[in-house]
Nanobody, 126 residues
């Protein structure tokens, strides 16, 4: 079982930057995939980005591509989400989740993930 703890959220003005962290403890494996999702009030949880633990391959949603960067630090068992050029519509609770396998269309579905952190709030003011 993998335990995940997110941090780094906060309040930022539009155009600003934040870096989220997801600390993983437990049995991360070379086949693990770590993903970031976000959920705005009254809306479903949606995919933001994912990275493979072994090879570092990445995948992004169209809404964040070119603005957000996902990376992993294997030594410290941490996944990061660098968020630049933030917009008010990026406001949400951001969650980190873990699954296994390769990056494909299934990676974008929350139901594919078997463990989640508690989330960190990101608020972007206009």
């Amino acid at each position: 079982q993998v335990q995940l703890v997110e941090s780094g959220g906060g309040l930022v003005q539009a155009g600003g930057s934040l870096r989220l962290s997801c600390a993983a403890s437990g049995r991360t494996h070379v086949t693990s995939v770590l993903g970031w999702f976000r959920q705005a009030p009254g809306k479903e949880r949606v995919f933001v980005a994912a990275v493979t633990w072994g090879g570092g391959e990445t995948m992004y949603s169209d809404s964040v591509k070119g603005r957000f960067t996902i990376s992993r630090d294997i030594k410290n068992s941490t996944v990061y989400l660098q968020m630049n050029s933030l917009k008010p519509e990026d406001t949400a609770v951001y969650y980190c989740g873990v699954t296994t396998g390769r990056l494909n269309i299934a990676t974008r579905a929350p139901k594919a993930y078997y463990s989640w952190g508690r989330g960190t709030q990101v608020t972007v003011s206009s």
